[in-house]
């Protein structure tokens, strides 16, 4: 088994003890064991870390918990709308369980795909664009809204957000992104599309091509169109939101 392998399969067996832990938030260890087919004992070791699952058993646990524990619905039950439509995404992006998943499940729809970057705008897309990048094995690039002292060149894109009237600049080192690199966006929230476009433009003025979008939520569908994403470009979205009003 060569080193990469092993690294991965390392990965899916510590992404496999987050998912049993969510799960145990949710039912007792006796239902947990008659979905698995674990004894109870067994189950209890993997969620208190004193031993980890083989390879070939994290995989039969995962096909079992994915059915089970949604990372659609997880993130769902955390989502609580105020009276102006707005809602609070931290207990989503500071959940390390979430986080995991989010990985996994990137790592499943990616695969094959040639990805040498990811690309998020700060700053609530960096805890998720972290684990994805983690998860991959490839650089993260963290594009903001100003100029770092101690960076002598940028490349920046400028655009204006909705509902606003002031104009917005995104940052990110010269030579962060280069010309061959194939960058996945990866962001929390998907509303408008403003800053996904800018982050594809930022990927276009660095002569490097956008592997795809992935994302916790999207809200309306309003925001399809100013991507303008070419039908090889793959574009998923975990949790699709109507409408907040």
Request: glycine residues 4%; positive net charge; proline residues 3%.
């Amino acid at each position: 088994m060569s080193s990469s392998t092993h690294l991965h399969d390392l990965k899916f067996r510590l992404m496999t003890i987050e998912l049993l832990r969510t799960a145990k938030k949710h039912y007792t260890y006796r239902e947990l064991s008659y979905r698995t087919g674990l004894p109870v004992t067994v189950l209890s070791r993997y969620v208190k870390g004193h031993v980890l699952p083989t390879a070939k058993r994290a995989k039969s646990i995962w096909n079992s918990l994915s059915k089970l524990v949604s990372l659609e619905s997880e993130i769902r039950n955390r989502i609580k709308f105020d009276e102006h439509g707005y809602f609070d995404n931290t207990p989503i992006i500071w959940d390390s369980s979430i986080l995991q998943q989010a990985a996994q499940h990137a790592i499943s729809v990616f695969a094959g795909r040639r990805v040498t970057k990811v690309l998020t705008a700060a700053v609530d897309g960096i805890p998720l664009a972290t684990a994805v990048a983690t998860a991959l094995g490839v650089d993260l690039v963290v594009a903001k809204k100003s100029k770092e002292v101690g960076i002598k060149e940028f490349i920046e894109e400028t655009f204006i957000p909705s509902n606003s009237a002031m104009m917005m600049t995104l940052f990110i080192p010269r030579g962060s992104i280069k010309r061959g690199d194939s960058v996945l966006i990866v962001d929390d929230i998907i509303r408008s599309g403003e800053t996904q476009r800018a982050l594809i433009n930022l990927i276009h003025k660095s002569k490097a091509e956008t592997a795809g979008i992935y994302a916790l939520i999207s809200i309306g569908d309003e925001w399809k169109d100013k991507l303008e994403l070419s039908p090889d470009c793959p574009l998923e979205i975990i949790l699709h939101i109507k409408s907040t009003t």
